[in-house]
């Protein structure tokens, strides 16, 4: 498999679990959140933004500091 194979797989993965909870619609308790930003990370960074533009505001979880700080967002390579 190529490199560009590979960072297409990664690249559309993530996309499919931001699909999923998108469609899902409920509230993403915060440790859930928490993994799937940090797979997104690993696996296609330019994920996780457009991943948390679907966390509810309700549950403030973008201003919980203890959950920013949990993310362990990795530079791309």
Do not use: H, W
């Amino acid at each position: 498999m190529s490199p560009a194979t590979s960072r297409e797989q990664c690249r559309s993965s993530a996309f499919e679990l931001v699909d999923c909870v998108r469609l899902i619609g409920s509230p993403i308790q915060k440790e859930m959140a928490i993994r799937l930003v940090n797979f997104m990370s690993r696996i296609y960074r330019p994920a996780v933004g457009i991943l948390l533009a679907f966390v509810d505001p309700g549950q403030r979880l973008l201003r919980d500091l203890p959950f920013l700080t949990s993310l362990r967002l990795t530079q791309s390579e």
